[in-house]
Protein backbone atom coordinates (compact mmCIF):
# COMPACT_ATOMS: atom_id res chain seq x y z
CA UNK A 1 0.00 0.00 0.00
CA UNK A 2 1.00 3.39 -0.72
CA UNK A 3 3.81 4.93 1.98
CA UNK A 4 1.55 8.01 2.64
CA UNK A 5 -1.94 6.80 2.51
CA UNK A 6 -0.66 4.24 5.34
CA UNK A 7 0.58 6.84 7.54
CA UNK A 8 -3.02 9.12 6.90
CA UNK A 9 -4.93 5.83 7.72
CA UNK A 10 -3.10 5.09 10.87
CA UNK A 11 -3.53 8.67 11.55
CA UNK A 12 -6.95 8.70 11.93
CA UNK A 13 -7.19 5.56 13.53
CA UNK A 14 -5.05 7.24 16.21
CA UNK A 15 -8.15 10.13 16.25
CA UNK A 16 -6.75 12.52 14.09
CA UNK A 17 -10.17 12.93 11.92
CA UNK A 18 -8.39 15.80 9.69
CA UNK A 19 -6.39 13.25 8.20
CA UNK A 20 -9.24 11.39 6.87
CA UNK A 21 -10.25 14.82 4.95
CA UNK A 22 -6.69 14.68 3.43
CA UNK A 23 -7.38 11.06 1.95
CA UNK A 24 -10.84 12.87 1.09
CA UNK A 25 -8.81 15.42 -1.16
CA UNK A 26 -6.77 13.02 -2.92
CA UNK A 27 -9.16 10.76 -3.87
CA UNK A 28 -12.89 12.76 -4.20
CA UNK A 29 -11.95 13.79 -8.00
CA UNK A 30 -11.09 10.41 -8.90
CA UNK A 31 -13.84 8.59 -7.38
CA UNK A 32 -16.74 11.41 -8.94
CA UNK A 33 -15.32 10.60 -12.41
CA UNK A 34 -15.80 6.95 -12.24
CA UNK A 35 -18.91 7.34 -10.62
CA UNK A 36 -20.19 9.62 -12.89
CA UNK A 37 -19.26 7.17 -15.48
CA UNK A 38 -20.99 4.55 -14.51
CA UNK A 39 -24.33 6.21 -13.37
CA UNK A 40 -24.68 8.97 -15.70
CA UNK A 41 -25.81 11.82 -13.49
CA UNK A 42 -24.14 13.94 -11.89
CA UNK A 43 -26.11 14.69 -8.47
CA UNK A 44 -26.44 11.12 -8.03
CA UNK A 45 -22.34 10.38 -8.44
CA UNK A 46 -22.19 13.00 -5.60
CA UNK A 47 -24.22 11.53 -3.59
CA UNK A 48 -22.70 7.82 -4.01
CA UNK A 49 -19.22 9.69 -3.38
CA UNK A 50 -20.14 11.10 -0.06
CA UNK A 51 -21.95 7.65 0.87
CA UNK A 52 -18.76 5.49 -0.10
CA UNK A 53 -16.19 8.06 2.14
CA UNK A 54 -19.22 7.88 5.02
CA UNK A 55 -18.66 4.05 4.89
CA UNK A 56 -15.18 3.74 4.60
CA UNK A 57 -14.80 5.88 7.29
CA UNK A 58 -16.69 3.86 9.77
CA UNK A 59 -15.26 0.68 8.19
CA UNK A 60 -11.45 1.73 8.25
CA UNK A 61 -10.55 -0.57 11.41
CA UNK A 62 -11.45 -3.23 9.13
CA UNK A 63 -8.88 -2.28 6.16
CA UNK A 64 -6.37 -4.50 6.59
CA UNK A 65 -3.96 -2.62 3.89
CA UNK A 66 -3.56 -5.76 1.68
CA UNK A 67 -4.90 -3.63 -1.57
CA UNK A 68 -4.34 -0.48 -2.05
CA UNK A 69 -6.36 2.17 -0.40
CA UNK A 70 -8.47 3.99 -3.42
CA UNK A 71 -8.66 0.02 -4.37
CA UNK A 72 -10.48 -0.57 -1.41
CA UNK A 73 -12.66 2.49 -1.92
CA UNK A 74 -13.54 2.10 -5.38
CA UNK A 75 -15.03 -1.27 -4.44
CA UNK A 76 -16.96 0.52 -2.09
CA UNK A 77 -18.08 2.97 -4.49
CA UNK A 78 -18.81 0.71 -7.22
CA UNK A 79 -21.21 -1.34 -5.11
CA UNK A 80 -22.69 2.41 -3.77
CA UNK A 81 -23.25 3.17 -7.28
CA UNK A 82 -24.65 0.11 -8.52
CA UNK A 83 -26.98 -0.33 -5.57
CA UNK A 84 -28.17 3.37 -6.28
CA UNK A 85 -28.16 2.62 -10.00
CA UNK A 86 -30.64 -0.39 -9.64
CA UNK A 87 -32.51 0.85 -6.47
CA UNK A 88 -32.50 4.41 -7.17
CA UNK A 89 -33.01 5.13 -3.37
CA UNK A 90 -31.37 7.81 -1.37
CA UNK A 91 -27.98 7.83 -0.48
CA UNK A 92 -26.63 8.97 3.03
CA UNK A 93 -25.42 12.56 2.65
CA UNK A 94 -22.58 13.98 5.16
CA UNK A 95 -24.89 16.10 6.44
CA UNK A 96 -24.44 15.85 10.54
CA UNK A 97 -22.32 14.20 12.87
CA UNK A 98 -19.95 12.85 9.96
CA UNK A 99 -19.70 15.68 7.86
CA UNK A 100 -18.15 16.94 11.52
CA UNK A 101 -16.33 14.43 11.85
CA UNK A 102 -14.00 13.75 8.89
CA UNK A 103 -14.02 17.54 7.14
CA UNK A 104 -15.85 16.94 4.31
CA UNK A 105 -17.46 19.64 2.18
CA UNK A 106 -20.35 18.57 -0.02
CA UNK A 107 -19.27 18.07 -4.11
CA UNK A 108 -20.69 21.12 -5.85
CA UNK A 109 -23.71 19.33 -7.64
CA UNK A 110 -23.99 22.12 -10.73
CA UNK A 111 -22.30 20.16 -13.94
CA UNK A 112 -20.14 22.12 -15.34
CA UNK A 113 -18.48 21.72 -12.08
CA UNK A 114 -18.28 18.29 -11.88
CA UNK A 115 -15.24 16.44 -12.83
CA UNK A 116 -16.53 14.76 -15.46
CA UNK A 117 -18.07 18.23 -17.34
CA UNK A 118 -14.90 19.51 -19.06
CA UNK A 119 -14.37 15.85 -20.51
CA UNK A 120 -17.22 16.90 -22.99
CA UNK A 121 -16.59 19.66 -24.52
CA UNK A 122 -15.16 18.96 -28.01
CA UNK A 123 -16.64 17.08 -30.44
CA UNK A 124 -14.96 14.05 -30.40
CA UNK A 125 -14.83 13.67 -26.62
CA UNK A 126 -18.85 14.21 -26.47
CA UNK A 127 -18.66 11.32 -29.07
CA UNK A 128 -17.00 9.24 -26.76
CA UNK A 129 -18.97 10.10 -23.61
CA UNK A 130 -22.07 9.45 -25.67
CA UNK A 131 -20.96 6.08 -26.90
CA UNK A 132 -19.76 5.31 -23.45
CA UNK A 133 -23.08 5.78 -21.78
CA UNK A 134 -24.48 3.27 -24.62
CA UNK A 135 -22.64 0.44 -22.77
CA UNK A 136 -23.91 -2.15 -20.84
CA UNK A 137 -23.22 -1.65 -16.97
CA UNK A 138 -21.29 -4.50 -16.99
CA UNK A 139 -19.13 -3.56 -20.28
CA UNK A 140 -18.99 0.10 -19.02
CA UNK A 141 -17.75 -0.58 -15.62
CA UNK A 142 -14.80 -2.75 -16.85
CA UNK A 143 -13.74 0.09 -19.35
CA UNK A 144 -14.12 3.14 -17.30
CA UNK A 145 -11.97 1.31 -14.73
CA UNK A 146 -9.15 -0.36 -17.02
CA UNK A 147 -8.98 2.10 -20.02
CA UNK A 148 -9.95 5.25 -17.92
CA UNK A 149 -8.16 5.12 -14.89
CA UNK A 150 -5.95 2.54 -15.92
CA UNK A 151 -6.37 0.36 -13.03
CA UNK A 152 -5.06 -3.90 -13.29
CA UNK A 153 -6.67 -6.56 -14.09
CA UNK A 154 -7.03 -7.83 -10.81
CA UNK A 155 -7.69 -5.00 -8.84
CA UNK A 156 -10.60 -4.54 -11.33
CA UNK A 157 -11.47 -8.08 -10.26
CA UNK A 158 -11.53 -7.29 -6.46
CA UNK A 159 -13.55 -4.17 -7.17
CA UNK A 160 -16.51 -5.58 -9.44
CA UNK A 161 -16.26 -9.50 -7.48
CA UNK A 162 -15.41 -11.45 -10.64
CA UNK A 163 -12.60 -13.55 -12.00
CA UNK A 164 -9.52 -11.94 -13.63
CA UNK A 165 -10.75 -14.12 -16.44
CA UNK A 166 -13.97 -12.54 -16.54
CA UNK A 167 -12.86 -9.19 -16.15
CA UNK A 168 -10.57 -9.61 -19.53
CA UNK A 169 -13.63 -11.19 -21.45
CA UNK A 170 -15.91 -8.44 -20.31
CA UNK A 171 -13.59 -5.70 -21.57
CA UNK A 172 -13.16 -7.14 -24.91
CA UNK A 173 -16.58 -7.33 -25.50
CA UNK A 174 -16.48 -3.94 -24.01
CA UNK A 175 -13.73 -2.64 -26.55
CA UNK A 176 -15.45 -4.37 -29.70
CA UNK A 177 -19.19 -2.86 -28.75
CA UNK A 178 -17.76 0.36 -28.45
CA UNK A 179 -15.96 0.04 -31.61
CA UNK A 180 -19.26 -0.69 -32.84
CA UNK A 181 -21.29 2.32 -31.82
CA UNK A 182 -18.11 4.73 -32.71
CA UNK A 183 -17.37 3.28 -36.63
CA UNK A 184 -20.45 1.37 -37.14
CA UNK A 185 -18.96 0.60 -40.43
CA UNK A 186 -15.81 -0.19 -39.86
CA UNK A 187 -14.74 -4.19 -41.56
CA UNK A 188 -11.33 -6.15 -41.06
CA UNK A 189 -9.49 -6.28 -37.82
CA UNK A 190 -10.22 -3.59 -34.73
CA UNK A 191 -7.46 -1.98 -33.88
CA UNK A 192 -8.22 -1.08 -30.16
CA UNK A 193 -4.95 0.88 -29.31
CA UNK A 194 -6.69 3.16 -32.02
CA UNK A 195 -10.00 2.74 -29.26
CA UNK A 196 -7.50 2.98 -25.90
CA UNK A 197 -5.73 6.26 -27.22
CA UNK A 198 -9.35 7.77 -27.99
CA UNK A 199 -10.49 7.28 -24.41
CA UNK A 200 -7.13 8.53 -22.84
CA UNK A 201 -8.46 12.15 -24.24
CA UNK A 202 -11.19 11.96 -21.69
CA UNK A 203 -9.47 10.44 -18.54
CA UNK A 204 -9.28 13.49 -15.81
CA UNK A 205 -5.11 14.43 -15.33
Same mark, same amino acid.
Given at each position: ?16 ? /?? @?? =??? %?? @? ?24 ? !???? @? ?6 ? &???? !? ?16 ? #? %? ?6 ? &? %?? =???? &? ?9 ? !?????? $?????? #? ?6 ? #???? $? ?18 ? &? ?8 ? %? ?22 ? !?? /???? =????? #???
Amino acid at each position: MNHDDRRLIAEVLAGQT /SA @YA =ELV %RR @YQGRLLNVVFRVLDNAEDAADVVQDT !FVNA @YQSLGSFK &GDAE !FYTWLYRIAFNTAISAKR #K %RRPTVSLE &G %RR =EQDV &GTDPADRGRDN !FPGANL $ERTDDE #KLLADAIR #KLSE $EHRAVLVLKDLEGLRYDEIA &GIIGVPVGTV %RSRLNRARLELRGILNPTASGPLD !FG /STEG =ELRTV #KRS
